[in-house]
C-alpha cells in the first residue's frame, strides 16, 4: 500500500509539469549491464557473482523534467550456499540459475531540467517508479543435470499448486542521463524489483516429507529438495528458507539513446505564461 501511495504522488506530481514548456520527443534505447539477486540463497548481500542484463526501451518525453519509458529487459541471476560463510546456509547446500525477462512501464523525474542539444541543460540525475511484468524460471543443476526445479516441487507444493512464474513486480530506482550530442545521449540506471513472492530461488519455507514428494513427483524431486551435507534422516517441517522476507533483484544498465524530436517553442497560456 505504501508503494501504491508513492507512485500516485509521483503520478500527481508529474500531471503538474505536463503543463509546463515543453520539449517534446521520443527517444529509443539498448544497453547492457549486469543483474543481481538478493534472497534465501544470498542473505548476505554478496555482489561478487553478477549476471548478465540487458535492455531495449522507447521513452517519450513531455517536458524537461518528466518521461515515461516502457522497456522490455532482460536478467540472469545465481546464487549457491557453498560460497556463504554461514554455516546453516552452508550446509543446507541449495543452489540455483534463472533467466528473468520483463515488460517494465515507469515515469521518471529529472532532478534537473533536461534539454537536448542545450549547452547548459544536457545532463540531469532522476528517479523512478512504475510496474513490471516479469517471467523467470529456477533451475538446478544435479549429476551434469539441469532441472527447472517448480516442476519437482521441492517444498511439497500439490501438482497445479505451484507458484507463479510470470507476475507483477514494483519498479524503481535512480538514473544519470547526458547528452553526447543533439541526437545522442548516454543513461546509466539502476532499477531494483520489489517482488510479491518468494520463489525466485525456490526457497522460501520448510523442508516437505521426502517420501511423500518422491511418491508425487519421482526419485529426482527428493534429492533437488534436500542437499544437505549434514544430511538427517528426517527433516520434515525444518527450516529450508525465511518466508518473512520476499526476494528481489536489481539490473544495472548502460545504454545508448537516439533521440526523435525537436525544440519546440514555449506556449502561452491564459495566464500569459
Known sequence: MKAIKIFALV???????????AQRGIEIGAGAGVAYYFGDLNTSFDMTKPGLS????????????????????????????????NVFEKDRNLS??????EVTGQFEFNFFEYIHGSRDQFYSPYIFTGFTVYNYNPQAEL???????????????????????TTLALAYGIGFKVDLSFAWSLNLEISGRKLYNDYLDDVSTTYPDLEDLENLRGPIAPLLADRSLGRIDNQTGRQRGD????????LTNVSLVY???SVQCPSVNKWGF
Open 143 to 165: 549429476n551434469g543435470e539441469v532441472y527447472n526445479l517448480r516442476e519437482y516441487g521441492t517444498e511439497g507444493q500439490f501438482t497445479g499448486d505451484e507458484y507463479y512464474t
Open 54 to 85: 540487458g535492455t531495449v526501451f522507447a521513452r517519450y518525453d513531455f517536458n524537461p523534467r518528466i518521461d515515461v519509458k516502457v522497456g522490455v529487459n532482460y536478467g540472469h541471476v545465481q546464487a549457491a550456499d557453498e560460497t556463504s560463510k
Open 96 to 101: 540455483f540459475k534463472s533467466d528473468i525477462y
Open 11 to 21: 503520478f500527481l506530481f508529474s500531471t503538474f509539469f505536463l503543463a509546463a514548456n
Open 243 to 250: 518466508s518473512k522476507g520476499n526476494d528481489a533483484y536489481f
Open 259 to 261: 533521440y526523435f524530436g
